[in-house]
């Protein structure tokens, strides 16, 4: 005799329309986040290589998932404790603004449950939390520019150090802007917010915590290959500086 694993009866009709509500409720408290974030995605060129990675590896997923795949458009336990949880986060933003951005992914994760069931938790959480750190890199990309073209400027200069070259870095001024001005063999080279590392650096991110999430492995490990990632693609930034250099 077979077991019926689907015992539960399915959602009445009024459930699935205040269920409905609650989803349209959700997109509306959390548009003016979604809008923000989506025109600073605009604005940061560097980061549409990594949208193209959570894109392709989202698809990738999707089609290896899609006959297991069950649409809900309900709210189970799980779905309706995320969603208050994003109401509350989205509530204490009021004193730190950043978790705003916090709570935007806890309601695309309600979201998710909604359309899915409570039985793609486990997918999903996985899928929102590697989003969420390319929701953390839209907003930290400014923060990061001019460190990031600093270092690169001075690791390109020690190199060319090394190869016997004259080499100066310094600040300069472009149309009224302060730049890093990098000298090499007495011809000047502008570090550009292109040089900065940071487009390779968050795609090489997202790429590696797509794996990663997707192996068994332990925590240590997993920050080991985070870390060896990371380096991989800041050395891989530097070796393209010196040649854009070189062959210029």
Same mark, same amino acid.
């Not at 609650?22 to 997109?27: S, T």
């Not at 590697?130 to 073209?149: A, K, N």
């Not at 590696?208 to 920050?223: G, H, I, P, T, Y």
């Given at each position: 005799?077979e077991?019926n694993?689907?015992?539960t ?16 409720l959700?997109?509306?408290a ?6 923000w974030?989506?025109r ?5 060129e560097?980061?549409y290589?990594g949208?193209v990675?959570?894109v ?16 809900s ?8 404790r ?11 933003s009021?004193?730190?603004p ?5 709570s ?9 449950l909604?359309?899915?069931g +409570?039985?793609?938790w486990?997918p %999903?959480?996985?899928? *929102? ?5 390319? &929701? /953390?890199l $839209?907003? @930290? ?14 690791n ?6 090394q ?9 300069a001024?472009?149309d009224?802007?302060?730049?890093l ?15 900065n590392?940071?487009g ?17 492995k ?5 920050m080991? +290959?985070?870390v060896?990632?990371? %380096?991989?693609?800041? *050395?891989?930034?530097?070796?393209r500086? &010196? /040649?854009i $250099?070189? @062959?210029a």
């Amino acid at each position: 005799m077979e077991k019926n694993d689907d015992i539960t009866a399915p959602p009445s009709l009024g459930s699935r329309l205040w269920a409905a509500a609650l989803f349209l409720l959700i997109g509306l408290a959390f548009w003016p986040i979604w809008n923000w974030l989506a025109r600073s995605f605009l604005e940061r060129e560097q980061l549409y290589t990594g949208a193209v990675v959570l894109v392709v590896a989202g698809a990738h997923h999707w089609m290896n998932r899609a006959q297991r795949v069950r649409i809900s458009l309900t709210f189970g336990p799980v779905g309706l404790r995320v969603m208050l949880a994003a109401f509350v986060v989205l509530g204490v933003s009021r004193w730190f603004p950043p978790l705003a951005l916090a709570s935007a992914c806890l309601a695309l994760l309600a979201g998710i449950l909604f359309l899915f069931g +409570d039985n793609s938790w486990r997918p %999903a959480s996985k899928a *929102v939390g590697v989003f969420t750190v390319f &929701v /953390l890199l $839209i907003w @930290l990309t400014p923060l990061f520019d001019w460190p990031l073209r600093k270092l690169a400027g001075q690791n390109v200069a020690w190199i060319f150090q090394q190869l016997g070259q004259d080499v100066k870095l310094a600040l300069a001024m472009e149309d009224q802007r302060s730049v890093l001005s990098l000298t090499v063999a007495g011809k000047p080279y502008v570090v550009a917010p292109e040089c900065n590392g940071f487009g390779i650096l968050s795609s090489s991110l997202l790429l590696a915590l797509v794996v990663l999430v997707l192996q068994r492995k332990s925590l240590v490990d997993k920050m080991l +290959d985070l870390v060896v990632c990371l %380096a991989a693609a800041f *050395v891989a930034n530097i070796l393209r500086i &010196v /040649l854009i $250099i070189l @062959l210029a």
